[in-house]
């Protein structure tokens, strides 16, 4: 695995992908004899589909990414892949296996939905949806290329939720599996027996490095979708979804993950080392849990005084575009990105500092923390009254801030404060160690 930074593309580690950013690679790709570049069709807002074709063998491999918009961890692995391919030095390995397998690859399925950072493509179709209506220029492409192409395997690239756990670990679900049922009775035959044995393989390769950081989808039947879909045609199909991993908001270890599965399961298909490995590999990855994790997670949080007081912890999300505190109570359950333990602090609701046109406030990092020390944490006002000079969020006019004790749905703008003061402040959900950077300048 300590190969990959070598081959890994540059400047596509950010959290939206779009066309504009892998359309120069596609161009430079045109270039290289071992590969075939074509155009495949349009998307409903006409720009161009892509496939990019490579080997010569019988045994023939699709893959497919970005299918919803904004969900862009796989395509910058496709083309991690494809660099790692085309290496030089690579020309041994690709000769045990170009005349084996070809490979039909798909990047990017829906730009008009990653111009727009959306799941959907410009006509709001969830194109993963839309296996059988085909009502979606990108969906038709999709399935005109299967129908084609026949591949044997087909490898679908998805993202998943940031919140996705496996099983009652604790742990993120960094990547996720699945082997699409192709009937509503999940039945296993002989090409979705492949696709369970090939995804063990590949689980095995990278549980080294992520073992516990690895889920499998419920495999409930999906008439509606491609994964299925392919299922049903006699298409081994293999889904893998990019989720979070601690300390790595832009997904840079799932997309590693992507391309040392793919190298893997090219090794695997071109070998057929797969025939003989247990689907009971499979069957041992923990299902995957929804709102598993929470961004922010608060220990032990006191509130209230007398015989109305009690402990309580608090739960944060950045979800949607908002922040919020979305749980209070025992929150035994849920995994924190970021833990804290509160313990001997109790819940403060902020002060307001009203801003004044007439005398701006020059918003240092040393002004700001006396301001947090005095218990005043968000500004009131015509944000042209504020100067920020700190790095520090700063949180401006916020809504839903009423009420003196914590609630669900409410701004997750708060203070932490004990015998000695206010120990930590949570603006807009950013912890913030008063005290710690207090110390620290």
Do not use: C
Not at 8 to 31: A, C, T
Not at 127 to 141: C, F, H, T, Y
Not at 220 to 234: I, K, P, V
Not at 241 to 268: C, K, W, Y
């Amino acid at each position: 695995m300590e190969t990959y930074q070598k081959y890994k593309i540059s400047g596509l580690d950010q959290p939206v992908i779009r066309q504009s950013d892998i359309l120069p690679l596609i161009e430079g790709l045109r270039q290289e004899p071992l590969l075939t570049v074509e155009q495949v069709g349009e998307s409903y807002q006409k720009r161009p589909l892509y496939s990019i074709a490579l080997g010569k063998g019988a045994t023939r491999v699709m893959l497919w990414s970005q299918m919803h918009g904004d969900e862009p961890t796989a395509t910058p692995a496709l083309f991690d892949l494809l660099n790692y391919i085309t290496a030089p030095e690579q020309e041994a390995w690709r000769d045990q296996w170009m005349d084996k397998l070809s490979l039909l690859i798909i990047p990017m399925l829906n730009p008009d939905g990653a111009e727009r950072n959306s799941r959907h493509n410009a006509q709001s179709f969830d194109i993963n949806r839309d296996a059988k209506a085909l009502q979606s220029p990108e969906g038709r492409v999709l399935m005109q290329l299967a129908k084609d192409f026949k591949p044997q395997f087909g490898f679908n690239l998805h993202d998943q939720g940031s919140y996705y756990g496996v099983g009652d670990s604790g742990e993120a679900a960094t990547i996720s599996v699945l082997a699409p049922a192709f009937n509503v009775q999940r039945d296993i035959n002989e090409s979705r027996g492949n696709a369970m044995q090939l995804i063990g393989v590949m689980v095995e390769k990278i549980q080294p490095a992520i073992g516990a950081n690895i889920g499998r989808y419920d495999d409930t039947y999906a008439w509606r979708a491609f994964g299925d879909t392919f299922s049903e045609m006699g298409i081994s199909t293999i889904l893998i979804e990019s989720g979070a991993h601690p300390g790595d908001p832009n997904r840079q270890v799932a997309r590693h993950m992507n391309f040392e599965m793919l190298v893997t399961a090219i090794d695997s298909i071109a070998s057929g080392s797969y025939l003989s490995a247990s689907r009971a590999t499979y069957d041992a990855i923990p299902l995957n849990k929804d709102d598993a994790l929470v961004d922010l997670k608060i220990r032990n949080v006191r509130v209230g005084e007398g015989d109305l007081a009690y402990r309580t912890d608090l739960a944060v999300r950045k979800r949607y575009g908002q922040i919020s505190v979305v749980d209070v109570g025992d929150l035994s359950n849920l995994t924190g990105f970021l833990d804290y333990d509160a313990s001997g602090a109790w819940y403060q609701m902020p002060k307001a500092f009203v801003l004044d046109a007439e005398a701006p406030l020059e918003l240092t990092d040393e002004r700001y923390m006396a301001l947090l020390r005095e218990g005043v944490a968000y500004f009131e006002g015509d944000e042209v009254s504020l100067v920020k000079e700190t790095q520090l969020p700063v949180v401006l006019n916020p809504q839903r801030l009423q009420g003196e004790l914590p609630g669900r749905r409410r701004n997750a703008t708060f203070l932490l404060a004990d015998a000695n003061g206010i120990k930590a402040a949570i603006l807009d959900g950013e912890l913030v160690d008063v005290r710690g950077f207090q110390n620290a300048k």
